[in-house]
């Protein structure tokens, strides 16, 4: 066969087993038209992982009907490999972060992210969401990128911006954590959760407040 013919037949096989060739009685072509329907009518949220989930319960309480959508079940994509870990110090460190957008903004951007970790934990604690939820202690430790003298004061700037931090030498390291270094900064108000624990117990909130969920879409 010629390859111009080869690629008529994938084509003509393509348009065969496309949705626009499907029976308009297919189970498929019936859960897309009555979904379009509801999402003309409602707000939508894309997504039913651990982020999906957040989003889904705040709309909830704003909105009349949301609805979720997602290709899997709730909590069965990277929620999975999710670190667990909820925190709030930021990638970049607030004394970096100060030179690329002045020291007013790089405190406000830092304190936020503070701000809201601590709404996630306590909308967590409030809604009594069993998901292993624990407060924990977050230590940044010195390191190449990051020496002594910097996480000196690196500690310095998040306490004169109100961060709950604190600066411990290498003894003390030692004695908290068992890790050697020669030293680190604490940050407390960290959390720890069962990721996919939470995921669902933010939609099973987000549900009662009347939110509609459509897995596998």
């Known amino acids: 066969m010629s390859t111009g013919a080869s690629s008529r037949s994938r084509l003509a096989t393509k348009r065969r ?6 029976p308009s009685g297919h189970l498929q072509d019936v859960v897309d038209i009555a979904l379009s329907r509801v999402l003309k009518q409602s ?39 999710f670190t667990a870990l909820l ?19 790089a405190s406000r951007t ?20 069993r998901c292993q939820l624990e407060r924990r202690n977050s230590p940044y430790l010195v390191g190449n990128t990051a020496g002594h003298i910097k996480l000196v004061e690196e500690a310095r700037v998040r306490k004169v911006a ?4 604190e600066y411990i030498d290498g003894t003390d390291l030692k004695a ?13 108000r960290s959390a720890v959760t069962n990721p996919v624990a939470l995921t669902r117990g933010l939609l099973r909130r987000a549900q009662a407040n ?4 459509f897995p596998l879409t």
């Open 17 to 22: 087993t496309s949705g626009r060739d499907r």
């Open 43 to 81: 707000s939508l949220s894309w997504g039913a992982g651990v982020t999906g989930a957040f989003v889904a319960e705040a709309m909830s309480r704003r909105y009349p009907d949301v609805v979720v959508v997602d290709r899997r079940s709730p909590g069965a994509g990277s929620t999975s490999a």
């Open 87 to 105: 925190q709030w110090e930021i990638d970049i460190p607030l004394v970096d972060l100060r030179e690329e957008i002045s020291t007013r903004n």
């Open 110 to 129: 830092w304190k936020r992210s503070f701000r809201a970790t601590q709404d996630l934990v306590r909308l967590v604690e409030r809604e009594n969401i």
């Open 162 to 165: 109100g961060l709950p931090c």
């Open 176 to 188: 908290r954590f068992g890790v050697a270094r020669t030293g680190a900064i604490v940050g407390t």
């Open 210 to 213: 009347g939110a509609r969920i």
